[in-house]
């Protein structure tokens, strides 16, 4: 066997196949209901537009994804399968009982299977549950022979080569493509066909998200409709990448962690170093051809199919005739390397070697892709001129392998093929290389210090000990990075007197291209402005070769981003393609399978071990299928939104957030003087921001003498009321309808905590409705610092406000900034805020109802040249009065910050 065992190291290469199955949910907005501290007679609803309108949609037409025939669903044709049709819902399980031991066992336990057996052995056990197995071997017997397998089972597949026996693990591809076609989950999800989506009718703004929606699909639609009988496309996405089996790391969680069931595992393919071959250049030959003969064998199937169709049939039951075609690969950049034969240090997408790597060219038109026709001809006439062929792959700067995987795959470009890559290229490539570079101009020490000094935030992670000295340094981690990187470099010295101005701009350039990379719909318009920030990258950069960091830019992962633009108006956003998802699917499916098993012919007990968790996922929808069938009552979802309209929203756009307040207070009695303490909360203002909130509720058109007048002669009836230290904001995932925590708010005093430790205080920093915000943007928004969050008693309630007047559930005491019209900061376009200080050196302040403040938001502390060692993250806020708005604390912020913005 070819796997190759290095120490202790076993490494494999998966082979994931992906298909396009998923259609957004574009839902409407909702009406939020706001509940009150011991009382319910306020509701305040959200505002249903979002300022999207529907998009102007031109569909491909003709006969493109229309369906052929039909047949049975996907259920109706597993139920067949079952051995006993009539059996109990749970069959081959007995009872609900005992399926759900077996789920737990095979899906969602991390036990291994002597584990499980030494649970079941326990007395009683098996008989208290009415187990139909006593043991993990009789449970994978029922698994192997009583449940239907939908997915294709693995086959081996040995060759020769340089004296070397190969062997590779791999499924069928159309029984793969088949089965991901048919899976009922996917049903309401998938795209028959191509479609051009505009802004509005007049066609001027294309928009691009889904694949559907690139030219790609539209340009190889037209390409298998020239036989005149139309057809589907099937678009096949090929992951690939190393694995190595027994290298553990921290299970960080991944917030959009894929499902199993969107993907399939195609193959193990076999990594040999081929040590035996001593003459490196051969054996780096032989390694590519390796991988070409192995991705031959699995891929061959497509040929036929592609150019003449196959019937393939839904969950539903409709048939097509289907045309599978390779459209995309995602993968690092040495498996792109690998994949399209081109060398180390060139662009793998145009023919840019890597001495020219740097030169950027702003005009699209100018980035032309590899000439695929060129090569795939010569490769026709290689047995007539087998030095023509090598001359011309000398020309074309790529190795001349004799049968590439695509050279008969219809339809394909394998250069055009190769997608972006957020995780690997920016994350892992771009800025990985910046952080480096700006540690030599700023200085580790400084770099180090800023982290520190920092305020915190609930998006925000806070490196304590810097970022210089890390190492092994995750995807994760440098997005985290990449939250904080702008207000490292703010107003930094630089040696020698340098001006900064070049740095700072650098980094906003490369922030904002990663930021707008990762939109999940794009316009033209912001794809001009994907385009701006690269080039404003390459009008800076050249501060590096100034400070004498770098004498060139020939990288070929700052290379590539001069094609993401290209990319997406042929395939879609990013997030189509991102590795972030399918490399925790490689950990899943290569890892987590290789421990399961002994170790001796661990390759054939990996393809049994997915194969029986492919057949329990499939079973336990089959499940779900039987139990709806069987009510009479129409399914709901727990929790669900209830919607108000169906108003088209921007697929990842709907930044709807629902705020969250425990029923109890965190403090239910907390006496007024601590509130207005500078050592409890810090609200000097609170009485008289509390007078001035009930006089305007009580009379909204109430003039400023009056005002005063009334706030003078209000008192408030109650020493004590209840606090909330923490306010919490949900999103609700449209698909999953699961409610995700996207943000909190922090307001509390020093305290301790349950183990009595210290815990400082902290009052975060928010964006707030002045009364004119609209739904999006910050134009009638202004950022303040929250120093309360309470509720007023029922008596006080009475006693102060007159009827009809709305009493909020929950009120916020909140310390201003200025607004953000004040100024704009010249060199990094960052708005810039001061606290709005009152004549007694006091900071201006108001009682808000908790409802409008929107989100929290994050603040630079204006450093100056130096960080002073007297700031530290949880004073910074009180020890600076000038700040700038961070834009890049999450997607939500840096989208609404990037709408226009009437300064008029």
Not at 570 to 596: C, P, S, V
Not at 813 to 842: A, C, H, I, Q
Request: aromatic content about 10%.
């Amino acid at each position: 066997m070819s796997k190759e065992i290095i120490g202790s190291k076993a490494h494999l290469r998966c082979l994931l196949l992906l298909l396009i199955v998923r259609q957004r949910r574009l839902e409407g907005a909702s009406s939020t209901k706001i509940f009150l501290f011991n009382r319910t007679y306020i509701d305040v609803p959200t505002p249903v537009d979002h300022g999207y309108t529907p998009p102007h949609i031109i569909g491909y037409g003709k006969s493109a994804g229309a369906p052929v025939s039909r047949q049975c669903t996907s259920d109706e044709t597993y139920q067949s399968d079952l051995p006993l049709r009539a059996a109990g819902v749970y069959y081959p399980f007995s009872s609900k009982t005992d399926w759900e031991i077996a789920r737990w066992a095979k899906l969602h336990c991390n036990l291994s299977a002597s584990a499980v057996t030494d649970l079941l052995a326990i007395d009683g056990v098996v008989d208290s549950l009415g187990l139909s197995f006593k043991n993990s071997v009789e449970l994978n017997k029922i698994v192997d022979s009583q449940l239907p397998s939908q997915r294709p089972r693995f086959q081996q597949t040995s060759f020769e080569l340089e004296g070397e026996m190969f062997d590779i693990y791999h499924r069928d591809v159309l029984a793969c493509v088949k089965a991901l076609f048919s899976d009922p989950e996917f049903a309401p999800y998938l795209k028959y066909a191509p479609e051009q989506h505009y802004e509005d009718d007049s066609g001027e703004t294309r928009l691009y998200h889904d694949m559907h929606t690139g030219e790609w699909w539209w340009d190889t639609q037209k390409q298998i409709d020239k036989n005149g009988r139309g057809g589907t496309v099937i678009p096949i996405i090929l992951s690939s990448d190393k694995t190595q089996l027994t290298l553990f790391r921290n299970n960080l969680q991944i917030r959009r962690r894929p499902s199993y069931r969107a993907y399939v595992l195609l193959a193990y393919l076999p990594t040999s170093r081929l040590l035996h071959i001593t003459n490196k250049a051969a054996r780096r030959r032989c390694l590519l051809n390796v991988y070409h003969s192995c991705m031959s064998k699995i891929l061959s199937p497509l040929i036929q199919p592609g150019l003449e169709g196959m019937e393939v049939t839904n969950g539903n039951g409709d048939v097509y005739r289907g045309h599978p075609i390779y459209a995309a690969f995602i993968g690092d950049y040495p498996e792109q390397v690998q994949t399209t034969c081109t060398y180390t240090g060139d662009c793998v997408g145009c023919p840019a070697t890597h001495g020219t790597l740097q030169d950027f060219d702003p005009d699209e038109a100018n980035h032309a892709w590899r000439p695929l026709n060129r090569l795939l001809d010569a490769l026709d006439a290689i047995d007539d001129d087998p030095q023509g062929y090598r001359d011309l792959a000398k020309e074309l700067g790529v190795k001349p392998v004799v049968d590439p995987f695509w050279k008969d795959v219809p339809f394909a470009h394998v250069y055009r093929s190769i997608t972006p890559d957020v995780l690997h290229q920016l994350y892992q490539g771009v800025v990985k290389h910046l952080i480096a570079w700006l540690t030599t101009a700023c200085g580790a020490a400084e770099i180090d210090a800023r982290c520190r000094r920092f305020p915190p935030n609930h998006n925000i992670h806070l490196f304590m000990k810097g970022i210089t000295s890390l190492s092994r340094v995750s995807g994760k981690e440098h997005a985290y990075m990449c939250q904080i990187l702008l207000g490292l470099v703010l107003d930094v010295r630089l040696e020698d007197g340098a001006s900064n101005v070049s740095l700072q701009r650098a980094v906003r350039a490369i922030l904002d291209f990663g930021y707008l990379a990762q939109y999940t719909v794009h316009s033209t318009t912001t794809l001009a402005l994907l385009e701006a920030a690269l080039a404003s990258f390459h009008d800076n950069k050249h501060i590096f070769v100034t400070l004498g960091i770098r004498d060139n830019f020939n990288v070929p992962k700052l290379h590539f981003a001069s094609h993401y633009v290209r990319s997406i108006k042929l395939y879609g956003t990013t997030d189509n393609f991102n590795t972030e998802y399918t490399e925790r699917l490689h950990i899943d499916l290569a890892k987590d399978a290789y421990h399961a098993t002994n170790h001796k012919d661990e390759f054939t007990q990996m393809g049994r071990w997915l194969e029986r968790k492919e057949k329990m996922y499939r079973h336990e929808q089959f499940i779900e299928y039987r139990l709806r069938s069987a009510s009479t009552i129409p399914g709901t979802i727990a929790n669900a939104v209830p919607l108000a309209s169906e108003s088209w929203i921007a697929p990842g756009l709907d930044q709807r957030r629902i705020l969250r307040m425990s029923k109890v207070p965190t403090c239910k009695s907390v006496a007024l003087d601590t509130i207005k303490s500078p050592n409890g909360y810090g609200a000097v203002h609170f009485l008289p921001a509390l007078y001035r909130f009930v006089a305007l509720c009580n009379d909204p058109g109430i003039s400023r003498q009056l005002l005063n007048r009334a706030v003078e002669n209000t008192f408030i009836s109650c020493r004590y009321i209840p606090v909330w230290h923490l306010v919490k904001y949900q999103r609700i995932d449209p698909l999953t309808q699961k409610a995700v925590t996207s943000d909190t708010v922090h307001a509390h005093p020093p305290m301790r905590d349950s183990k009595g430790r210290t815990v400082p205080a902290r009052f975060d920093t928010v964006l707030v409705n002045e009364g004119s915000g609209e739904e999006s943007g910050v134009q009638g928004r202004r950022i303040g610092r929250v120093r309360v969050v309470f509720s007023l008693p029922d008596l006080v309630v009475q006693s102060m406000f007159r009827s009809p007047a709305t009493v909020p559930a929950h009120l916020a005491y909140v310390e201003w900034y200025t607004s953000f019209r004040s100024r704009v900061d010249p060199v990094t376009g960052l708005y810039v805020v001061s606290k709005s200080m009152l004549p007694d050196n006091t900071v201006l302040a108001s009682v808000v109802p908790l409802s409008y403040i929107y989100r929290s938001v994050h603040l630079f502390p204006k450093f100056g040249p130096i960080a002073p060692t007297s700031w530290t993250s949880t004073n910074v806020l009180d020890k600076r009065p000038t700040f700038f708005l961070n834009p890049y604390t999450d997607r939500h912020l840096f989208t609404e910050l990037n709408r226009p913005i009437n300064t008029a």
